[in-house]
């Protein structure tokens, strides 16, 4: 008897803190998403400026800050010149092979999908059959809010 209450703790507890961390979770998968495929930088040479809101939450995803820094200006090609001095960039560089990054960028979409799939439906279930929907809501809202209230600080 004791174990089917440890069981029932712990299913419980299992219950709560996935329905907290539930939104956390949603907004990593999805931001995890955006920067797998590079939407949040612009790379050299392109016309592509990412959003303000794409570049703001990549920031917060990897440095739990929205606070996004100013990117110096690169150096002009005199200065680089001065610090590199012609002799140093005669030599070419040795071919090296590139290897095709865009299966693994498609597969890491593809489990972020999944995954912000997978905990919408586990957060749906577990409020369709919930016996306390009131404290399964509170807690939910809480996941919400407590990040939302550390981003004061």
Same mark, same amino acid.
């Given at each position: 008897?004791?174990? +089917?209450? &440890?069981?029932?703790? *712990? !299913? @419980?507890?299992?219950?709560?803190?996935?329905? *907290?961390?539930?939104?956390?979770?949603?907004?990593?998968?999805? @931001? $995890?998403?955006?920067? #797998?495929?590079?939407?949040?930088?612009?790379? /050299? $040479?392109?016309?592509?400026?990412?959003?303000?809101?794409?570049?703001?939450?990549? +920031?917060? +995803?990897?440095?739990?800050?929205?606070?996004?820094?100013?990117? /110096?200006?690169?150096?002009? /090609?005199?200065?680089?010149?001065?610090?590199?001095?012609?002799?140093?960039?005669?030599?070419?560089?040795?071919?090296? +092979?590139?290897?095709?990054?865009?299966?693994?960028?498609? *597969?890491?979409?593809?489990?972020?999908?999944?995954?912000?799939? #997978? @905990?919408?439906?586990?957060?749906?279930?577990? &409020? /369709?059959? @919930?016996?306390?929907? !009131?404290?399964? $809501?509170?807690?939910?809202?809480?996941?919400?809010?407590?990040?939302?209230?550390?981003?004061? *600080?």
């Amino acid at each position: 008897m004791a174990l +089917h209450r &440890w069981l029932k703790a *712990f !299913r @419980t507890l299992h219950l709560y803190f996935g329905v *907290f961390t539930a939104p956390a979770l949603l907004f990593l998968a999805f @931001t $995890g998403g955006l920067q #797998s495929l590079n939407l949040h930088e612009a790379a /050299r $040479g392109s016309d592509y400026k990412p959003p303000a809101w794409i570049v703001s939450m990549a +920031h917060m +995803h990897k440095k739990q800050s929205f606070e996004v820094p100013v990117k /110096r200006a690169p150096p002009r /090609r005199a200065a680089a010149q001065a610090i590199d001095p012609p002799q140093a960039r005669a030599k070419p560089a040795p071919a090296t +092979h590139q290897r095709n990054v865009w299966p693994m960028k498609i *597969f890491f979409v593809l489990v972020a999908l999944s995954l912000m799939l #997978s @905990t919408l439906t586990g957060v749906y279930m577990g &409020w /369709r059959y @919930t016996r306390n929907r !009131r404290r399964y $809501g509170a807690i939910l809202a809480a996941g919400i809010i407590v990040p939302a209230l550390l981003m004061l *600080f």
